[in-house]
């Protein structure tokens, strides 16, 4: 592994306790409470959404604000066609999935 690949990146938030809460009530909050079905995979999480744009423009943001906190952290999204749910997949090296449980999201 490279010295800058997930596997080697530490499983920890750089946000600040005061910071994480702040992004845990705003944006996070508000994306978590439109899971509606939360899948647990291999070292991380699987989360389905009802599609709609607002929700898309908050997950997109949600994902760029957190890989900067989140460095270990890989997403994937997927929005299925003719206007089916959108999946959010957080995963990433062993301790990733218990990270998630801690986090809105995950609960």
């Known amino acids: 592994m490279s ?3 997930p596997g080697t990146l530490p499983v920890a938030c750089s946000l600040s306790a005061p910071e994480l809460r702040a992004r845990e009530a705003g944006l996070l909050a508000s994306v978590a409470a439109q899971v509606e079905e939360r899948v ?3 070292e991380g ?3 389905r959404f009802a599609i709609s744009d ?6 997109v943001e ?3 604000l957190e890989r900067q906190c989140c460095p270990f952290l890989r ?3 997927t929005v299925e066609p003719a206007s089916g749910p959108l999946w ?3 995963s990433g090296p062993p ?6 449980a801690t986090l809105a999201l995950g609960r």
């Open 54 to 59: 607002a929700l898309l423009r908050d997950v």
């Open 45 to 47: 999480l699987r989360l």
């Open 40 to 42: 647990e995979i291999d």
């Open 88 to 90: 959010l997949e957080l």
């Open 62 to 64: 949600l994902i760029t």
């Open 95 to 100: 301790g990733a999935r218990a990270f998630l």
């Open 75 to 77: 997403f994937a999204l």
């Open 3 to 5: 010295e800058n690949s």
